[in-house]
Nanobody, 122 residues
Protein backbone atom coordinates (compact mmCIF):
# COMPACT_ATOMS: atom_id res chain seq x y z
CA UNK A 1 0.00 0.00 0.00
CA UNK A 2 2.95 2.30 0.64
CA UNK A 3 6.29 2.36 -1.10
CA UNK A 4 9.51 4.05 -0.06
CA UNK A 5 12.17 4.59 -2.70
CA UNK A 6 15.66 5.77 -1.81
CA UNK A 7 18.05 7.50 -4.15
CA UNK A 8 21.29 9.45 -4.07
CA UNK A 9 23.75 6.80 -2.99
CA UNK A 10 27.05 6.23 -4.70
CA UNK A 11 30.81 6.25 -4.38
CA UNK A 12 32.48 9.27 -2.80
CA UNK A 13 35.93 10.08 -1.47
CA UNK A 14 36.57 10.55 2.24
CA UNK A 15 35.60 14.07 3.24
CA UNK A 16 33.05 14.27 0.47
CA UNK A 17 29.31 14.78 0.62
CA UNK A 18 26.15 13.07 -0.52
CA UNK A 19 22.46 13.78 -0.18
CA UNK A 20 20.10 10.86 0.07
CA UNK A 21 16.42 11.16 -0.76
CA UNK A 22 13.48 8.95 0.11
CA UNK A 23 10.10 9.44 -1.52
CA UNK A 24 6.97 7.83 -0.11
CA UNK A 25 3.94 7.06 -2.22
CA UNK A 26 0.74 5.09 -1.96
CA UNK A 27 -2.37 5.18 0.16
CA UNK A 28 -0.99 7.63 2.67
CA UNK A 29 -3.22 9.44 5.07
CA UNK A 30 -0.41 10.89 7.11
CA UNK A 31 3.25 10.16 7.70
CA UNK A 32 4.41 10.46 11.25
CA UNK A 33 8.08 9.83 11.95
CA UNK A 34 10.58 9.29 9.14
CA UNK A 35 14.16 8.25 9.49
CA UNK A 36 17.31 6.76 8.11
CA UNK A 37 19.05 3.56 9.16
CA UNK A 38 22.12 1.88 7.80
CA UNK A 39 23.65 -1.56 7.74
CA UNK A 40 27.30 -2.27 7.07
CA UNK A 41 28.56 -5.73 6.07
CA UNK A 42 28.62 -8.07 9.05
CA UNK A 43 26.85 -5.59 11.30
CA UNK A 44 23.31 -5.07 12.51
CA UNK A 45 21.12 -2.32 11.16
CA UNK A 46 21.54 0.84 13.18
CA UNK A 47 19.77 4.14 13.56
CA UNK A 48 21.31 7.09 11.74
CA UNK A 49 18.74 9.85 12.18
CA UNK A 50 15.03 10.30 12.78
CA UNK A 51 12.63 13.15 12.16
CA UNK A 52 9.35 13.05 14.10
CA UNK A 53 6.30 14.86 12.78
CA UNK A 54 6.82 17.17 15.72
CA UNK A 55 9.63 17.65 18.14
CA UNK A 56 13.37 17.48 17.72
CA UNK A 57 15.36 15.40 15.29
CA UNK A 58 17.63 12.67 16.61
CA UNK A 59 21.04 11.51 15.47
CA UNK A 60 23.37 8.68 16.21
CA UNK A 61 26.47 9.83 18.06
CA UNK A 62 28.64 8.68 15.17
CA UNK A 63 27.05 11.14 12.73
CA UNK A 64 26.26 14.14 14.93
CA UNK A 65 27.59 17.34 13.43
CA UNK A 66 28.09 15.73 10.02
CA UNK A 67 24.64 14.54 8.91
CA UNK A 68 21.39 16.47 8.70
CA UNK A 69 17.92 15.01 8.27
CA UNK A 70 15.12 17.07 6.77
CA UNK A 71 11.64 16.63 5.31
CA UNK A 72 9.41 18.37 2.83
CA UNK A 73 6.41 20.27 4.09
CA UNK A 74 4.16 17.58 2.65
CA UNK A 75 6.20 15.03 4.63
CA UNK A 76 6.28 12.64 1.73
CA UNK A 77 10.03 12.92 1.26
CA UNK A 78 12.88 12.74 3.70
CA UNK A 79 16.48 13.71 3.01
CA UNK A 80 19.79 12.92 4.60
CA UNK A 81 22.57 15.41 3.94
CA UNK A 82 25.88 13.73 4.64
CA UNK A 83 29.06 15.76 4.96
CA UNK A 84 32.63 14.94 5.93
CA UNK A 85 32.05 11.34 5.01
CA UNK A 86 34.30 8.69 6.45
CA UNK A 87 35.05 5.15 5.26
CA UNK A 88 33.17 3.84 8.28
CA UNK A 89 30.03 5.46 6.88
CA UNK A 90 30.04 2.85 4.13
CA UNK A 91 26.77 0.93 4.35
CA UNK A 92 23.42 0.36 2.77
CA UNK A 93 21.17 3.19 3.88
CA UNK A 94 17.49 2.45 4.43
CA UNK A 95 14.60 4.85 4.64
CA UNK A 96 11.95 4.24 7.28
CA UNK A 97 8.52 5.76 7.82
CA UNK A 98 5.64 5.36 10.23
CA UNK A 99 2.55 5.78 8.07
CA UNK A 100 -1.16 6.07 8.72
CA UNK A 101 -2.54 4.10 5.78
CA UNK A 102 -5.84 4.64 4.01
CA UNK A 103 -7.91 1.47 3.76
CA UNK A 104 -10.84 -0.31 5.30
CA UNK A 105 -9.56 1.17 8.50
CA UNK A 106 -6.98 3.76 9.34
CA UNK A 107 -3.97 1.86 10.61
CA UNK A 108 -0.37 2.75 11.30
CA UNK A 109 2.40 0.67 9.80
CA UNK A 110 6.15 0.93 9.61
CA UNK A 111 7.60 0.77 6.10
CA UNK A 112 11.12 0.32 4.81
CA UNK A 113 12.74 1.18 1.52
CA UNK A 114 14.96 -1.21 -0.39
CA UNK A 115 18.11 0.66 0.49
CA UNK A 116 20.75 2.63 -1.36
CA UNK A 117 24.46 1.87 -1.25
CA UNK A 118 26.86 4.48 0.07
CA UNK A 119 30.54 3.72 -0.38
CA UNK A 120 33.22 6.05 0.99
CA UNK A 121 36.63 5.18 -0.41
CA UNK A 122 39.66 6.82 -1.96
Amino acid sequence: QVQLVESGGGLVQPGGSLRLSCAASGRIFRINAMGWYRQAPGKQRELVATSPSSGSTNYADSVKGRFTISRTNAKNTVYLEMNSLKPEDTAIYYCNADVLVLGAGLNEYQYWGQGTQVTVSS
